[in-house]
């Protein structure tokens, strides 16, 4: 064989060694874990446990409504709201948390060592149960039912999210309205700023390297309907008129700026194909704004804090020393090529 032959078979099995390997970002579609289960023991959902894989998926609600009625300001805050079914189980988390299933995308960088989210995960917020840590129970209904019911009854049906509503103005001395609401059929996705930021993972794949989100990982909810019914009360000696229905709240949420940790654990399971066995937990955090029109127009701001909690098992993340390997490839050939050369 020519030198000029294996100088050209060197290059070709070298680029088809190089194609056959995939590229250093890898876009992972992690299975979202509902309550931590991976080591068989649920842990409760609180601030101490955000960052925590096996403390599992959930996001809580906070925030306020707010609003003027004859020409006078009113607000008031979101409060968890009693389960229709009876008092709280010890250790109760509230009905304005709520575990998550479904699916988180995630971007890993072996070459870089980074991880971003790029958006496009479909988080599916669980009915609430009225127990910790139930999954499959019998879900509690919420008040109000689908639509938000009538004055005076407004009945219930199984939710996301429950919360009791009191609002106020003349400095708390007047209540413009009182009632509940709840959130239903809520999906949220993850994702950061556009263009997409990165964020950089300590030591290497094999092992738990954290991350610290250079802007927070908004919780972004891509829909919700918000079913509301409140009493209205007397305000500047005008009755304010009862606010009842519902309202579909979607694509508006911000970001909250904020470093916050995360962590990934990933665990070898072919060291000469890499493929790794991941787990992750990326602490989710933004807020909504909703306008209500009607008779009385209120704005109601949300904030939802938690953290997703997911796996993906059996993914091929090539390290940068795969690709240089592929280049060295045509070494051998390319200095047999060469030796030819030099004897002619």
Request: hydrophobic residues 45%; proline residues 6%; glycine residues 12%.
């Amino acid at each position: 064989m020519t030198s000029k032959r294996l100088l050209v078979l060197g290059a070709a099995i070298a680029l088809a060694f190089a194609s056959a390997v995939p590229a250093h970002a890898t876009l992972i579609n992690f299975t979202v874990d509902t309550i931590g289960s991976q080591d068989g023991v649920p842990i409760a959902p609180t601030a101490a446990n955000i960052g925590k894989y096996n403390a599992g998926s959930f996001v809580a609600l906070s925030g306020n409504i707010s609003g003027t009625a004859s020409g006078i300001s009113f607000s008031g805050a979101l409060a968890a709201q009693k389960a229709s079914s009876g008092a709280w189980s010890t250790g109760n988390p509230g009905s304005l948390a709520a575990y998550y299933g479904g699916t988180l995308v995630a971007d890993i960088n072996a070459k870089a060592n980074t991880v971003a989210f790029p958006g496009g995960s479909t988080l599916n917020a669980g009915l609430y149960t009225g127990l910790f840590p139930v999954k499959g129970g019998a879900a509690v209904p919420l008040s109000p039912a689908i639509g938000g019911g009538v004055i005076g009854t407004p009945g219930s049906d199984p939710a996301n999210y429950g919360t009791s509503v009191k609002i106020t103005a003349l400095f708390g001395v007047v209540t413009v309205a009182n009632g509940v609401a709840a959130m239903r059929d809520t999906v949220l996705d993850v994702q950061q700023t556009v263009p997409l930021t990165s964020n950089a993972l300590t030591g290497s794949l094999g092992g738990t390297q954290n991350f610290t989100t250079k802007t927070a990982v908004s919780a972004s909810i891509d829909n919700s309907n918000f079913d509301f019914n409140l009493k209205g009360g007397v305000l500047a000696g005008n009755t304010v008129p009862d606010l009842i229905g519902r309202e579909t709240i979607s694509n508006t949420s911000a970001p909250v700026t904020g470093a916050q940790l995360g962590v990934l654990k990933s665990v070898v399971v072919d060291p000469v194909r890499q493929i790794y066995n991941f787990y992750i937990t990326v602490p989710v955090t933004s807020t909504t704004q909703q306008s209500i029109t009607g008779d009385i127009p209120v704005t109601i701001n949300v904030t939802t804090t938690g953290q997703v909690a997911a796996y993906a098992l059996n993914v091929q993340v090539p390290e940068p020393a795969t690709l240089a390997l592929a280049g060295f490839a045509a070494i051998p050939l390319g200095f047999m090529a060469w030796r030819r050369r030099r004897r002619a």
